[in-house]
């Protein structure tokens, strides 16, 4: 066993912490918790100041000039779309939606969480400045869903946690296609030709097997760039590039092992010389061993898997410290009470529970069985957590508003909502 040095003491737990999967959603509640405290402090107008700062990015008069609230919105969160289209084209190739058997039943469970409170939304608003805001009860926060599941209790069976993901996945790849569709401005043509073109160009290398990650990422900012000058919302680049993305290792796992195996035989033959340095044959082992290892995974998941702590543990919780600053005074409840506070609470809390239970007990009507070892009871403490929208219901609140005062309106509905539907399902799962 390898000695554990000084240092070992610090980042071991430090590195438990990160990748067990419910601490990104505790660090996220911790981002919103002092986005609050801070924007009802009396600190509160250095909040807005943060976020307003202007940021220039370019040359000359070629440069970027937005601000830090802008470049959180649509620069990192355009990284937040490209991990989940790295997670959805993993899905759809080997994971929970890679069949129509696996994916029927999340699949329709997500889509009747999405049109259920879009249509009380709607209702609610029908008529009002306020009814394009019909996005914003529609999606569900994976990962304050996932951490709130975690607090449910070890007994909740894996199949349900898998289930919830499913969902929550495909419930992102909706919020895509309707950011993409009904939240994107006037479209310039010029700009968005050059970025299919550019798509294109990341399609063709895919296909001749160019598997650099550099060439992937260089030629995906400038997809980026050209849809930030569309008028189509940049983070759908974010999501487009990732599908490009190889997925295909270039060995096969026999392969792999066989090769690895001689290597290592290799590598115990070979003399060492009794220092803290390895020799050169050593030393040209274990480049040979990186090698093979690059041909074994795939650019896809080695990306994802870079990203995956960085979206988690920095982009997420910006975007909630620059987003979440919600005014709590003594008349916060009156406050709720304006149409759009009230679609989309009732959107969040009522609409995503009655679409994703009654999607999944029709499925279940036609022949498609819960996931195993699960019941009803768990199926309804799933139905509320998917009503905690928070990080992509701020997101579209942003897009479907210009309205300051609207956007603050939806915010009070969307953390009304998401608390309750927190507190609920994890209530009704620890019954269960």
Known sequence: MRQKLPIDKITDPVNKFIHQEHTSGIVLFISVLVAIIWVNSPFAHSYHQVWDLKLSIGIGRYALNHSLHLWINDGLMAIFFFVIGLELKREFMAGELSSIKKASLP?????????????????INKGAESEHGWGIPMATDIAFALALLSLAGKRIPSSVKVFLSALAVADDLGAVLVI??????HIDLIPLT??????VILLIGNKMGVRSIIFYLVIGFAVWVAFLLSGIHATIAGVLVAFTIPARTRINEKSYADNLRKLLFDFEKQIPN???LTTPEQHHTIEKIKELSTYAETPLQKVEYALHPWVAFVIMP????????????ANFFSSLLNPVSIGVAVGLLVGKFIGVLSATWLMVKFGVQLPAKS?????????????????MS???SGLAFSSPEMVDQAKYGILLA????GALGVIVLKRA
């Open 418 to 421: 998401s608390l309750l539907a």
């Open 394 to 396: 701020l997101f579209i």
């Open 318 to 329: 910006l975007f909630a410290l620059a987003n979440a600053g919600i005014l709590i005074g």
């Open 194 to 199: 050059i970025g299919i073109w550019l798509l």
């Open 180 to 185: 993409a569709i009904f939240y994107s401005s």
């Open 375 to 391: 019941n009803w009871k768990q199926i309804i403490g799933v139905a509320l957590l998917a009503g905690v929208g928070f990080t």
């Open 107 to 123: 699949m329709v469970a997500a889509l009747g969480g999405m049109l259920i409170p879009a249509i009380i939304y709607f209702l």
């Open 274 to 276: 009794n220092s803290t």
